[in-house]
Nanobody, 126 residues
């Protein structure tokens, strides 16, 4: 059974930091692209960051220089380090993967992600 379980969200003041974790099971992390998404109330789902099998990373413009995606294959865990958080970062964050794995589908193809975690809430407020 494929599972992705996020954790690490919470309430933080502007300028603060959080590290989100996504522990996966039911598939081998190192052979699959991984992505972080977010959705705020009244807004569409947004692809935030991704990491490919070969380690290539991508960040949407609004988080460049502030967020860092990484993976630990031995721990079956992908992380999103979020620094200098802003109120506009407030959203439900969730991780996802592309089931076919490998490099057939680029990690930046947001509509190809088909396995999702339950999400973790990040709230940035003073």
């Amino acid at each position: 059974q494929v599972q992705l379980v996020e954790s690490g969200g919470g309430l933080v003041q502007p300028g603060g930091s959080l590290r989100l974790s996504c522990v996966v099971s039911g598939f081998t992390l190192e052979y699959h692209p991984m992505g972080w998404f977010r959705q705020a109330p009244g807004k569409e789902r947004e692809g935030v960051s991704s990491i490919s099998v070969d380690g290539t990373t991508y960040y949407t413009d609004s988080v460049k220089g502030r967020f860092t995606i990484s993976r630990d294959n031995a721990k079956n865990t992908v992380y999103l380090q979020m620094n200098n958080l802003k109120p506009e970062d407030t959203a439900l964050y969730y991780c996802a993967t592309i089931s076919v794995g490998g490099t057939v589908v680029p990690a930046t193809e947001w509509d190809e992600y088909d396995y999702w975690g339950q999400g973790t809430q990040v709230t940035v407020s003073s």
